[in-house]
């Protein structure tokens, strides 16, 4: 099995590939934004950090899916937020 190009994947993560493309954008200076050396380096660390909210994000979200899935695979039993259907415990005869 061949690992997948970083274009390929962070195709598969957009929010992701947006916020590399921002930082690429600050260091290209493709809008001519930035003079000073401390704006670029105050705009990428706030990318950056960004970035690693997401991520943080995107991993969290992968494992809760994939927790749910091994619960529902290894329980067939196991019901989604139903309603329960007992009536509690009958009274005893006196």
Do not use: C, F, Y
């Not at 962070?10 to 916020?19: F, M, N, T």
């Not at 921002?22 to 990318?47: F, K, N, P």
């Not at 695979?73 to 196991?78: I, K, N, P």
């Amino acid at each position: 099995m061949s690992k997948k190009s970083i274009d390929e994947r962070l195709k598969a993560h957009p929010v992701l590939e947006g916020r590399i493309e921002a930082i690429l954008d600050i260091v290209e200076d493709s809008a001519r934004e930035v003079e000073r050396a401390d704006e670029a380096e105050r705009r990428m660390i706030e990318e950056v950090r960004q970035l690693g909210n997401e991520a943080r994000q995107g991993w969290a979200e992968s494992k809760v899916g994939e927790q749910e899935g091994r619960v529902l695979r290894q329980g067939a039993g196991v019901k989604r937020n139903g309603k329960k259907n007992s009536t509690g415990t009958q009274r005893s005869a006196r």
